[in-house]
């Protein structure tokens, strides 16, 4: 049995530290600002763990979300809903905060990874949402990437082509038209195929469908709408 009144040597012990501190002008500190988070890779393993890393999953067992939150856990953080209804940002947060009060016991995925307790585990200290951003689930999608610029137009070559014309100008508008899909070999040559290409292309850019290949035809294979 451990008793709670202290033998006589240690509150001498007691007494002298404290009479110490009091010398130096030392203050006794009770603050619960914490040393550390856990990393944002070791709170991906535990999703990984937990749910693989699936912020929508409902198991249908009574758990839900990335963290396999039960509804009494969920509530108990501050939770409204069920868990795996609510943003991949506040079911960070509302775990960050578990971790804070309880640190890894909640989760048996905790154990079964071999995850320590830090300076922030059980400090009873409530996160912002600024705090567990860093999380990963949570943070701001990456930016779409910019568009690609528009390929570089070849120049107009000055002369109009119809059925049955072979020039090399005719070569470079074929393989352009091949990134819609038509594969051409580029013989240069204006036949079936270049003269059916070259009506679709009007008829997508609404050019009148003459058939000929003039420089509207032409600026379109680079800059106008795709054929159908």
């Not at 451990?2 to 010398?23: D, E, G, T």
């Not at 947060?93 to 905790?110: D, I, K, N, S, V």
């Not at 689930?137 to 072979?166: E, Q, T």
Request: with cysteine; aromatic share 10%.
């Amino acid at each position: 049995m451990i008793h709670n009144r202290l033998r006589p040597v240690a509150r001498a012990a007691v007494r002298l530290v404290l009479v110490a501190a009091v010398a130096l002008g030392a203050q006794v500190i009770t603050s619960t600002t914490a040393s550390a988070d856990p990393s944002a890779t070791t709170w991906l393993k535990l999703r990984m763990c937990e749910s693989s890393n699936r912020y929508t999953v409902n198991t249908g067992t009574g758990y839900y979300g990335a963290y396999q939150f039960d509804l009494p856990t969920w509530r108990s953080v501050g939770g409204q809903g069920r868990p795996d209804q609510a943003s991949p940002a506040e079911q960070d947060f509302r775990a960050l905060y578990l971790y804070r009060m309880r640190g890894w016991q909640p989760w048996e995925c905790g154990g079964m990874l071999g995850l320590r307790d830090d300076g922030d585990a059980r400090s009873k200290r409530a996160p912002s949402y600024a705090e567990s951003a860093y999380i990963g689930g949570g943070s701001a999608p990456a930016p779409a990437p910019a568009p690609a610029p528009p390929p570089v137009m070849a120049p107009w070559p000055g002369v109009v082509y119809a059925y049955g014309d072979c020039a090399p100008a005719l070569r470079t508008w074929q393989l352009r038209m091949n990134a819609y899909g038509y594969g051409f070999e580029g013989t240069g040559c204006y036949y079936g195929k270049t003269q059916q290409a070259v009506l679709d292309l009007q008829r997508a850019n609404g050019i009148n469908d003459s058939g000929r290949l003039g420089p509207k035809t032409w600026k379109a294979a680079w800059q106008g709408t795709a054929p159908r």
